[in-house]
Structures are given as structure tokens and as C-alpha cells.
């Protein structure tokens, strides 16, 4: 697949919508980001009892809905072992659809973000159609194509409940007529195996997710010895561009930290991406001071401005509006215009 360095602007990917606006994975956090701006909205995916995907952060809903206060599920709780950790909780997969639905969704994080409780209670756990057709409709009325990024999360454990996320969504995907290398769609995973198997099945794009630490949990259970750090090496970089069209890191990965949170030198792995054929998306940018580093207390737009200068691809951002606004003023600061990042030729 052909492509070639513009000077376009990095995508603004909505961190499981406006989330610091909003309890995140709800219809009203995708909305808002749309309203602020954003190119594309993140949805992690999960599966239900009867394998309808919906939109969480975790599988386990106990931080994210009010399924603790509710008598009728009480007995629903257990424990389990998930990626190899032990969970207990409530669990997307021992409920129906129609279940969930009578759950609502809270903030997530309220004792950083407390204005999100006000709208503790208000909204419902969405299904990946809902959110299509979400998209679809603000779209239309906004008059520029929104991008969909969905996560497929713990696909090996869901595959092992024969619940395996990527057929239904590659099944909603074409039914709602994303189709092609530039349909306005990244599919992500944590995990390389699924990413492998999906790029048989597929042209549309693939994101290989890198975290700080630790390894893919599908190598963990196929005894592959490679770890994160590996695949971001010059040869791993290469190998992932045989079966995706991205990379999405954590910042630290680009600009490491110190032991007191003050940035380091910058890596390479920008320029040795690109240089592999792989666009370049970090995660996950936000405003309050708990995960910004020293250098930019209570400034995250300097971190987005650092982060830009480097060349990258996309943000994603639990506030599309902040992030919007310094792509604007980081624009017309640069006479030359944004550095170099990789797109695809026919562009997205």
C-alpha cells in the first residue's frame, strides 16, 4: 500500500469520547467529542452473554455502571482471571444485552474528575450500532465524515468464551458499509495475534497498541518471549507493518520520564515508524495534573505541542477541544505548517 508524508494536521482521536466531560463510553461522551471537534471517536469493545458488542472500558462494570447498587444482579458477582490477573466484579459476558440496558452509567474516575457525576445515572451502555449510527447522523448534520477506532479488548479470553469480538465487528463494519484501506476506521488490539488474523479478513486499518510494559497477552499464552519493548525496535516495527497501518504508544514510549515525572530525551520511535510505513498515534493525552508531566503543570497544551513537533499521526485525547485548539494555534505558530507525518497516499 502506497504512502507518502503530508503536512496535514495529527488526528484527533476521542479518548472513549469527550471523557473528561462526560462519563466515558456513553453515547453523550461521543456526541460531545463530535461537537468539540474531533476526527474520530474510540470505542473499546467487549461482548455481552449473547454476543452484541458494547461499548466499555473493562469487561468487569462495576467502576463504570451502577451494577453494585442493584439487588437483582447481586448474585452475578464472582472473580475471575483475566489476562492472568484476578478480577472480581460484574462482568459484561454473564448478562444479556436487555440486561445492561437497565444498567446506567457512572464517572469512572470521580474523585479526579467530580463534575462527571452530575451525569452519574443518566445515560446507557451503548452497543457498537448505536454509536455507528450516532456517527452516521452528526455526520451528516456537521457535514464532514467522523471516524469510528474501536479497541477489541481481551480478544483472547473472549475468544476462549466463544465469544470472539472481530467476526461480529467485522460483520457490523460491512453491514454499515466501512469498507476499503480508506474507510474512516482504525481497528486496535493490545494483541498481535487477532490484529494477524484480521488483516486476512480485511483492508481496513489496523493499529497495533504498545504499552509501557509488559508483553501482548496472546504471547503471554502462546510462550512467546517477546515483549512490548521488542516490537518497538527497528525489526518489530517492521514485522507489524506486514499486517497493520499503525502504531498507537504511550507517550512515555516516545518521551520518557524521569523517576519524579520531568521528560527525558525523546526516542526514535517516531522516525523509525515511519520509516517502517506505520503511522504513529499516542496515547492518552489530558488535562489535569495528575497526568501531565512535571515540565507542564497545569499547561497541558504545551504537551500537545511537544508531542506535534515530533511528527506524529494522531492524539488521543479525553479532550478533543483542547487538543483542537492548539492544533489551530500550532498551525499558525509554524509558517512551514505541522512536521511531516504518514498518511495514507489517497489520504483518510
Known amino acids: 500500500m502506497v504512502k507518502t508524508f503530508t503536512g496535514k494536521h495529527p488526528l484527533i482521536i476521542a479518548h472513549r ?23 474520530y471517536i474510540e470505542p473499546d469493545l467487549v461482548s455481552t452473554k449473547d454476543g452484541v458488542l458494547i461499548a466499555r472500558h473493562e469487561n468487569e462494570i462495576s467502576q463504570t455502571t451502577d451494577v453494585a447498587d442493584r439487588a437483582e444482579f447481586s448474585h452475578r458477582q464472582t472473580t475471575k482471571i483475566i ?5 472480581t466484579g460484574w462482568f459484561t459476558e454473564d448478562f444479556t444485552l436487555v440486561e445492561l440496558k437497565t444498567l ?21 451502555i451503548p452497543t457498537l450500532q448505536e454509536i455507528i449510527d450516532l456517527v452516521k447522523l452528526k455526520s451528516v448534520e456537521i457535514g464532514r465524515n467522523i471516524g469510528i477506532y474501536p479497541e477489541t479488548k481481551h480478544p483472547t479470553y473472549f475468544q476462549s468464551l466463544g465469544l470472539s469480538l472481530e467476526e461480529p465487528l467485522l460483520a457490523i463494519l460491512q453491514a454499515n458499509h466501512y469498507q476499503g484501506a480508506n474507510a474512516p476506521v482504525f481497528i486496535q488490539s493490545f494483541e498481535v495475534s487477532n490484529l494477524q488474523d484480521l488483516s486476512t479478513k480485511t483492508d481496513l486499518p489496523l493499529v497495533q497498541l504498545f504499552n509501557i510494559s509488559g508483553k501482548p497477552y496472546d504471547f503471554v499464552v502462546n510462550g512467546d518471549n517477546r515483549t512490548y519493548a521488542d516490537l518497538a525496535t527497528v525489526s518489530g516495527l517492521r514485522e507489524i507493518a506486514k499486517y497493520a497501518q499503525a502504531i498507537g504508544i504511550h507517550k512515555n514510549l516516545l518521551v520518557p520520564r524521569d ?6 530525551s525523546p526516542t526514535s520511535l517516531v522516525k523509525d515508524a515511519h520509516t517502517a510505513s506505520l503511522l504513529v498515534h499516542v496515547w492518552t493525552f489530558r488535562n489535569e495534573d495528575l497526568f501531565l508531566p512535571l515540565d507542564f503543570q497545569e499547561n497541558p497544551q504545551e504537551e500537545y505541542k511537544l508531542f506535534f513537533s515530533f511528527g506524529i499521526d494522531g ?14 494555534d500550532f498551525a499558525k505558530s509554524c509558517k512551514e505548517g505541522f512536521p511531516p507525518q504518514q498518511t495514507f497516499q489517497d489520504g483518510f
Open 17 to 39: 469520547g469527550a471523557s473528561g466531560y462526560r462519563p466515558e463510553h456513553t453515547l453523550a461522551a461521543y456526541e460531545l467529542a463530535i461537537a468539540l471537534g474531533t476526527d
Open 83 to 87: 489476562d492472568g490477573e484476578s478480577k
Open 104 to 124: 446506567r452509567a457512572k464517572e469512572r474516575i470521580p474523585q479526579i474528575r467530580p463534575k462527571n457525576t452530575n451525569y452519574d445515572g443518566l445515560f446507557e
Open 259 to 264: 523517576n519524579i515525572g520531568k521528560l527525558l
Open 315 to 328: 492524539v488521543f485525547s479525553d479532550y478533543p477541544d483542547t487538543a483542537k485548539q492548539v492544533i489551530l
